[in-house]
């Protein structure tokens, strides 16, 4: 299991268990992403100061939803042409994405791939 942030040409960041497509010729084609889910980065009502955001003070939250709620599969192929970087997540997100989707979508209906979103702020 390879647990990262994918940076899409989109602009989302989209956290996964990745693996990657290889070719005959031990190229990479792309990249499955196992259950995966968008992570934003939002500042609690009411608070502007961009700078205390940057900084991850208590004022952000961090909110997971499905990449691609509609889809029948669990695993999403992506060309490599829409990955901008790929990181790995903060000890924080990493725990949240592990406890809040892959333990809840084990432990759910299989066929079910929502998860509800969870929201937990970012402190130093």
Not at 47 to 55: G, R
Request: hydrophobic residues 40%.
């Amino acid at each position: 299991m390879s647990i990262k942030i994918l940076l899409l040409k989109s602009g989302e960041d989209v956290i996964a268990d990745v693996q990657e497509m290889i070719s005959s010729d031990e190229n990479v084609m792309g990249y499955l992403l196992n259950k995966p889910c968008v992570v934003k980065v939002r500042a609690k009502p009411g608070d502007t100061d961009i700078l205390k955001m940057e900084e991850g003070k208590k004022n952000t939250t961090i909110a997971m939803y499905p990449w691609v709620p509609l889809a029948k599969e669990h695993v999403i192929p992506l060309s490599t042409d829409w990955v901008v970087t790929m990181y790995d997540p903060q000890d924080k997100i990493l725990e949240m994405y592990t406890e809040d989707v892959l333990k809840n979508f084990n432990q759910d209906d299989k066929t079910d791939s929502t998860v509800d979103p969870a929201n937990v702020g970012l402190t130093d």
